[in-house]
């Protein structure tokens, strides 16, 4: 019955096209990820994609290993000896772009001294070119007392419990960091939540018809009235409709993050995400946002397709249920630039698919008298909730009643 289901869901031509829409839409996002690598060369020339990432690979692994006081004495002093060079006091933008191309390999070591000697809302590029190589030493113990004289200053209105969770979490974070190239990880992270995004919507199309379609096409009254109508077909239903949220979500994701990584390399997995996140409270690596990333996203593909599978089932309409994962996805993140209630708006289901955005900033929460970062609340409690709207659905459409 199972396999019936899923059959009649994948016999239209909608839900066909429907797929073919969502690997046009693979390949589309690919190649913009693919694109976002850019390697410099050493006439001034860029490449990007492909190309771009392997040589800009083998740059960047010149300087792999652990980010050592001594490495980061190195980086200002090849820095500074660059910016001597005649290349980098010239006007012409091809001349600064040579000059670009032989700091490739440690940008994202002097990205990082750049954040620590910046001010706290802001991103000095140039802030490397003013500190001595022995200032550069104290990067990461300038990282936590940073913290510690922004939560003094008042800008922002943290608890007590809240101003300690954060400083112990800087504190936490396990120095010196882990440096190789990583931006294949760095790439798939930043477009993997509008991927995301396109397919829970897709998701959300093929199951809308589940349960509203035995009504449209007038079989209600034969399906209801057989032997196993009201429970093992009920069952099947909503099997195919998980099995199908499921499936989709895993093999596509994982299709994208395949291509990426084929094309950018996957290196880089266990560096950690402050090389593109340096105020990030989560002291993980790129893997493991990652995980959390793609966790959260089906989550929240899997509520929004349950209630859009629950829709069809109380309204008897394919329209309304196919409406329904848009507005909890896409009107839900409008609703929270217009009120102003980010307590409020920090829970909506949306932010499941905002996983990446969630790493970047601060968005605590108290719990039981403890603070917690906000996704670790969110995923368990919208995945409980996926499990009780299961059997209410089951419910719903057992009773439902032949017109």
Request: glycine share 6%; proline share 2%; charged share 20%.
């Amino acid at each position: 019955m199972l396999w019936f289901e899923m059959k009649k869901v994948f016999c239209k031509f909608k839900n066909r096209m429907a797929v073919v829409l969502l690997l046009i839409i693979l390949a589309a996002v690919s190649m913009l990820t693919m694109n976002r690598v850019e390697y410099v060369g050493s006439d001034g020339s860029h490449v990007s994609g492909i190309l771009g990432a392997r040589s800009l690979r083998a740059e960047k692994n010149k300087w792999k290993g652990e980010v050592t006081q001594d490495v980061l004495e190195a980086v200002v002093r090849e820095n500074d000896a660059i910016n001597r060079s005649p290349d980098s006091k010239s006007d012409k933008i091809e001349e600064l772009n040579k000059a670009y191309a032989k700091k490739q390999g440690f940008s994202d070591i002097a990205e990082l001294i750049n954040s620590a000697f910046s001010e706290w809302r802001d991103y000095d590029y140039f802030a490397i070119d003013n500190i001595s190589a022995e200032e550069a030493k104290s990067v990461y113990e300038r990282r936590v007392s940073n913290l510690k004289q922004y939560l003094g200053s008042g800008e922002e209105a943290f608890t007590d419990s809240e101003k300690d969770y954060l400083i112990k979490k800087y504190e936490d974070l396990q120095t010196p960091f882990y440096y190789e190239y990583s931006d294949g990880w760095s790439a798939l992270l930043q477009n993997i939540s509008t991927f995301i995004l396109m397919l829970a919507l897709v998701i959300g199309f093929l199951v809308a018809g589940i349960f509203s379609g035995e009504f449209q096409t007038k079989a209600d009254a034969i399906f209801f009235s057989s032997r196993l109508g009201r429970n093992r077909a009920v069952l099947a239903k909503m099997g195919a409709g998980f099995l199908i949220a499921t499936v989709f979500y895993v093999v596509f994701v994982l299709l994208y993050t395949f291509i990426v990584l084929l094309a950018l390399g996957a290196d880089g997995a266990n560096c950690p995400i402050q090389f593109d996140m340096w105020r990030s409270l989560y002291n993980i690596t790129f893997f493991q946002a990652y995980l959390l990333i793609v966790t959260g996203g089906y989550v929240g593909t899997l509520f929004a397709a349950t209630l859009s599978m629950l829709a069809s089932a109380v309204t008897r309409s394919t329209a309304t249920a196919i409406i329904v994962p848009f507005v909890v996805l896409c009107a839900f993140p409008f609703l929270s630039r217009v009120i102003t209630l980010p307590g409020i708006c920090s829970f909506f289901p949306d932010q499941l698919l905002e996983v990446y955005i969630t790493i970047k900033d601060w968005v605590l929460v108290g719990l039981g008298g403890k603070v917690v970062d906000v996704v670790n609340v969110l995923i368990p409690v919208y995945a409980a909730v996926c499990l009780l709207l299961a059997p209410v659905l089951y419910k719903v459409y057992r009773k439902a009643q032949v017109a």
